[in-house]
């Protein structure tokens, strides 16, 4: 062997001596690798139980958004019937209250109609005097005008601010009316006219 090579044999044998970890150190740092080791252990289970928390949560967030969201959709589903039904409510009030009017009409005709055949017999029998009054048209129509105010009077429309108005459309309703709708009609109706009425029944033409 050269004296070179040799030489570099030498510097080899040193680097390894140099290198070579002392037997109680190298103990040292396999303990410490192992509590290094079992410290990464530690902290890897640490991380995985954080995360089966986390994972818990968002499974529980979810389940409440999903349970949210049926109770949600039974509600709607609530709303959705209550719709159906009070619209037919709705519907069935308007058809009725189309049958009453429709009926009330009529009869209101019959009246005025039949009040004119009244005072035309009535001035038969007066002979062209004049019929007292009561049983003019204008006074009939101004008791009978009253008279339905009365009525439309109790009609409550929704409103925006005060809780209801005084108008339907075009059709604006009396605040107030001088006939109380809880009065008889007739009654009131047969008092309004009843002086006129004996009057020409027992006496026949005014003199």
Do not use: C
Request: hydrophobic share 45%.
């Amino acid at each position: 062997m050269n004296t070179d090579v040799l030489a570099h044999r030498n510097d080899i044998d040193e680097q390894i001596a140099a290198l070579t970890i002392d037997p109680a150190a190298a103990d040292i740092v396999a303990k410490a690798d192992a509590i290094l080791a079992a410290h990464n252990a530690k902290v890897a289970a640490l991380r995985a139980k954080r995360d089966e928390i986390d994972e818990s949560f968002r499974v529980t967030a979810r389940e409440k958004a999903e349970a949210a969201e049926r109770q949600r959709e039974v509600h709607e589903q609530a709303l959705r019937a209550s719709l159906v039904e009070h619209e037919a409510v709705r519907l069935q009030a308007i058809e009725q209250a189309q049958g009453h009017l429709r009926s009330f009409v009529a009869s209101v005709n019959e009246a005025f109609a039949a009040h004119a055949r009244v005072r035309e017999i009535a001035n038969q029998i007066a002979g062209g005097a004049r019929v007292l009054t009561g049983l003019s048209p204008t006074d009939f129509a101004s008791r009978m005008g009253g008279r339905i105010a009365g009525h439309l009077s109790e009609i409550r429309v929704p409103g925006a601010l005060k809780g209801s108005v005084n108008r339907i459309g075009a059709l604006e309703l009396p605040n107030s009316s001088l006939y109380s709708p809880n009065q008889s009609w007739r009654e009131r109706e047969e008092a309004a006219v009843a002086s006129a009425i004996e009057m020409l029944i027992e006496h026949g033409r005014r003199q």
